[in-house]
T-cell receptor, first 112, second 112 residues
Framework: EAGVTQSPTHLIKTRGQQATLRCSPISGHTSVYWYQQALGLGLQFLLWYDEGEERNRGNFPPRFSGRQFPNYSSELNVNALELEDSALYLC???????????FGEGSWLTVV | GESVGLHLPTLSVQEGDNSIINCAYSNSASDYFIWYKQESGKGPQFIIDIRSNMDKRQGQRVTVLLNKTVKHLSLQIAATQPGDSAVYFCAENSGGYQKVTFGIGTKLQVIP
């Protein structure tokens, strides 16, 4: 069974541009989470989607947004990119609430 | 806000020795705890979990201990191997809206 898959693996963007990252959860999982992991820092919670709805949001500006599609896949959009947005963006999924979260391998975003 | 193990200590152990990685959490409402292993450049991998109604849980070569009185979590790895070298995160889950908080982690270095 496939795990959480993310694309692209690496992405290089220029400051001010927009980035779109994609995630496919484990089959059957309805909850999708996005985390940012900047170099040397812990995992910072970005967004949680469940059944197509945004359920919770971390302490990030509105230029970080996303959505969850009917097939439970998700995308994360980052607008007006800033240099400090350079990080590993991790997607995770779980079988509904309060269940173990399983992570993908992440998408490396570099803003130059 | 809540915090889980914000410092990134490094633990160096000899191959074959046992490793103990500690984690302090601050939210007494947390009732589910997970340990993850993150190898360089990869996403976090689930290791073992424990619910707050338990004090101890064992897996293959790993044991998690939970002390709710002092809000402390530990991961014990028996007969540490070079492949165990990674950063280990503890995470706490509190609240019905799937609030999961991660620490920065502990880097485990296994000396051959």
């Amino acid at each position: 069974e496939a795990g959480v898959t993310q694309s692209p693996t690496h992405l290089i963007k220029t400051r001010g541009q927009q980035a779109t990252l994609r995630c496919s959860p484990i089959s059957g999982h309805t909850s999708v989470y996005w985390y940012q992991q900047a170099l040397g820092l812990g995992l910072q919670f970005l967004l949680w989607y469940d059944e197509g709805e945004e359920r919770n949001r971390g302490n990030f500006p509105p230029r970080f947004s996303g959505r969850q599609f009917p097939n439970y896949s998700s995308e994360l959009n980052v607008n007006a990119l800033e240099l400090e947005d350079s990080a590993l963006y991790l997607c995770a999924s779980s079988l509904g609430r309060r269940n173990t979260i399983y992570f993908g391998e992440g998408s490396w975003l570099t803003v130059v | 806000g809540e915090s889980v193990g914000l410092h990134l200590p490094t633990l160096s152990v000899q191959e074959g020795d046992n490793s103990i990685i500690n984690c302090a959490y601050s939210n007494s409402a947390s009732d589910y705890f997970i340990w993850y292993k993150q190898e360089s450049g990869k996403g976090p991998q689930f290791i073992i979990d424990i619910r707050s109604n338990m004090d101890k849980r064992q897996g293959q070569r790993v044991t998690v201990l939970l002390n709710k009185t002092v809000k402390h979590l530990s991961l014990q790895i028996a007969a540490t191997q070079p492949g165990d070298s990674a950063v280990y995160f503890c995470a706490e889950n509190s609240g019905g809206y799937q609030k999961v908080t991660f620490g920065i982690g502990t880097k485990l270095q296994v000396i051959p």
